[in-house]
């Protein structure tokens, strides 16, 4: 998995990746108060799973299956809760593995 724990390497995400290994993805962190985070699919080539996690490291909310998104505007996806990190997935990665707002996550 990938970390991305600062502004540049966040707004950078996975765009431009073509393809994951069946269990990679990156992991999200934010540094400043647990806030409702937005992302969006620009530039991304792959439909992803969002997993935004509380600070208590909660699943608070799962997007499944975001899709690429090549031209503006693209959709934004809300966390709907405060959230302190996100994990990005291959899409379908949460529903194969079960995860659902209230499991908890240790990383």
Known sequence: ASIADNDQLRQQGLMNVTALGANDGMLFIFT?????????????KIPLD???ISSQKTVVFVQHAAEPCTADPCPIYSSQFPAEYVIETN???AI????????????
């Open 32 to 44: 400043d108060t647990p806030q409702v985070r937005t992302f969006w699919m620009k530039d991304t």
């Open 50 to 52: 969002m997993i935004f």
């Open 91 to 93: 899409a379908g990665w």
């Open 96 to 107: 194969n593995h079960n995860v659902q707002p209230g499991a908890t996550v240790s990383f």
